[in-house]
């Protein structure tokens, strides 16, 4: 078997980038609990989204508002005490099967990972082995997943793909250690798409670098991504961040995504107030420093959140209904265009006491 020829200049003329806009990921009400002695914590409640083929969504919130446990239910590297308690992930594959990624047997998925599917890890220094070189671990991927590839391929597709990120051929026969943080982390990238994947999860890829590295590293990952045409998951608790390179952006609060929009609608007209205050606790990358506004009071407590919306304690603009009702996420109305949100300010009430 001839592996697949690394393709850098693959545009939107191609086969898979004609499918952009097509549905890749369907995420449909995902609850990640983590068991522990006082009984199951849902880090993740009924979580549901849709990611398209060649599309960027951010997924942005605070410490503990869910995001990493997402994330590692998404890719199947959760660990105890985490489990995945219910809903589906419905994975789209290149070749047209479609796989519920929650019930994928170990056997079916390992095929998947980095062929179909990769991530990139804050840490770069802790998810390379430190005692191997570069060249080694990319070989470990590309062979592992491509059988048949030759060791020539493999020296060949390794310069490539460090090249794309903007390191030369020749730190291939480094150690990780011998790179810079920056360097660490672009290599990182690299090895991620060193199978070509359709989806690649990138979870706070700049948070262990200073700012102008930071800069470099999202103008990177933009232009990789318009090259290859790959989606991204990319997570972060910056938004200023989103803004910046995201098609849409979901916003997490205590486990459950508590609205969905484009970064221009976020930015101007949030309709969530907590995604009002997280907008406002964060300096623009590009426009002059002003007095920042914090949000008031703490994350609820997941092992005894509030009942109706887990917001209600520190929203200024709660309505009484919103201390016993639990807003759904819905479509909003026409005029603010493809957007979602769960607040019952833009709801109205059911009969049966959920947010309609």
Not at 22 to 30: A, F, G, I, N
Not at 104 to 121: F, G, K, S
Request: proline share 8%; with cysteine; hydrophobic share 40%.
């Amino acid at each position: 078997m001839t592996a697949r020829p690394l393709d850098t200049a693959r545009s939107v003329s191609t086969p898979s980038s004609a499918l952009r806009g097509e549905p890749l990921l369907d995420v449909s009400r995902l609850t990640v609990e983590y068991v522990t002695e006082r009984g199951a914590v849902a880090a993740c409640n009924e979580v549901s989204f849709t990611l398209r083929r060649g599309e960027i969504l951010g997924l942005a919130g605070e410490s503990g508002s869910g995001k990493s446990s997402l994330i590692t239910a998404l890719t199947r590297l959760q660990r105890l005490p985490a489990l995945t308690t219910g809903g589906e992930i419905r994975y789209h594959t290149r070749d047209g099967h479609l796989l519920d990624l929650v019930t994928l047997d170990e056997r079916r998925l390992r095929p998947l990972r980095w062929t179909e599917l990769a991530i990139v890890l804050q840490s770069a220094m802790a998810a390379f082995n430190p005692v191997m070189r570069l060249k080694a671990q990319f070989a470990d991927v590309m062979v592992e997943h491509q059988p048949g590839i030759t060791r020539d391929e493999v020296a060949e597709r390794t310069g490539r793909l460090l090249r794309m990120v903007g390191i030369a051929p020749e730190r291939a026969h480094s150690y990780p250690h011998e790179l810079s943080g920056g360097m660490r982390q672009r290599a990182l990238i690299a090895l991620a798409l060193a199978c070509e994947p359709e989806l690649v999860v990138m979870d706070e890829p700049t948070t262990a670098v200073d700012v102008v590295m930071q800069r470099q590293i999202l103008a990177q990952i933009l232009r990789l991504q318009r090259r290859l045409g790959f989606a991204v998951v990319f997570v972060t608790h910056d938004l200023s961040l989103l803004m910046e390179i995201a098609d849409r952006i979901a916003i997490m609060y205590a486990g459950r995504i508590v609205e969905i929009g484009a970064p221009q609608q976020l930015y101007t007209d949030p309709l969530h107030p907590y995604t009002r205050g997280l907008r406002d606790a964060f300096p623009p990358l590009h426009a002059p420093l002003t007095k920042l506004a914090g949000i008031p009071g703490s994350p609820p407590d997941l092992r005894d959140p509030p009942p109706g919306c887990a917001f209600h304690p520190r929203c200024a603009q709660r309505l009484p209904e919103c201390e016993q009702v639990l807003p759904r996420l819905h479509q909003v109305l026409p005029q603010h265009g493809e957007r979602q949100v769960a607040c019952l300010l833009h709801d109205s009430i059911d009969p049966d006491g959920e947010a309609a």
